[in-house]
């Protein structure tokens, strides 16, 4: 089952759960006193709805904001590689070909080996990290007899480390996600917000069913993004690895 009809599932049941609880409340619930709790249950709301409103998109906030950096980091490093490996062309034919062939592998490694372990938020031992060392030390270990190989090899040293530092973003991103203590203020949140209008009163209980049903239905659609949203690589956010396709093609 997709994402998408997984969302359906949880909002339309939220929806049917609060509705019929409404229900039961309002027709065999007391009516005594229950339009004066109007007034006195609605600041209580209006103050409990706004905390959680701005808890709850903070997070959306703050998740958005890390498949973003996830996605462009991801491209960033496969960038980097491409250009360390063109600036090695320029060292020496052995030097170039040597290095081309350790990006190439290193690519695979992350498409093959690291992308799955991402999507499903293992913690993984990978061969990428030896890969970028190698292309590291042939690059280091290159002659450079005019200034323009000199240029070169520094340019390749550049880019590499550039690499370094996106592929460090990239899997300190799979670790990230909504700590245990937030989901409990979230979930509480929600259970505050939507509990406190079934304690509203009101001249037609069809009014109140549809209200109540469709806050519940709101609240659980941004608590299941939030949970689709926890990591970057899998979920619905679910960012994939054309960044490294893509450098795999330029390679050749």
Known sequence: MNVYATGLLWVGGAAVVAALLAYVIRKYGLE??????????????????????????FVLIALFDAVGEAGDAAYKEADGLVAATW?????????????????????????????PNLVEGREFESEGWNQLDRIRQVVAAAPADDEWQIDRKKEAASQ??????????????AGGG???????????GSVLSIGLPLLFGGPL???HVVIVATLAATITM????TYQLQNPYGGGAEL?????????????
């Open 87 to 115: 600036a090695a062309d320029a060292l020496s034919r052995a030097t170039g070909d040597e290095v081309r062939g350790l990006s190439r592998a290193y690519a695979t490694t992350v498409i093959d080996e690291e992308w």
């Open 32 to 57: 005594e006193g229950r339009a004066a709790n109007n007034e006195a249950a609605g600041q209580v709301f209006t103050i409990v709805g706004g905390l959680h409103a701005v808890l709850v998109a």
């Open 205 to 207: 209980m069809r009014t």
């Open 240 to 252: 994939s690895p054309d960044a490294f396709r893509l450098a795999l093609e330029r390679f050749g």
């Open 222 to 225: 941004l608590l299941y993004a």
């Open 160 to 173: 590499l480390w550039q690499v370094y530092q996106a592929r460090q973003s990239r899997l300190d991103a």
């Open 178 to 188: 909504v700590d245990s203590v937030v989901w409990f203020v979230l979930v509480l």
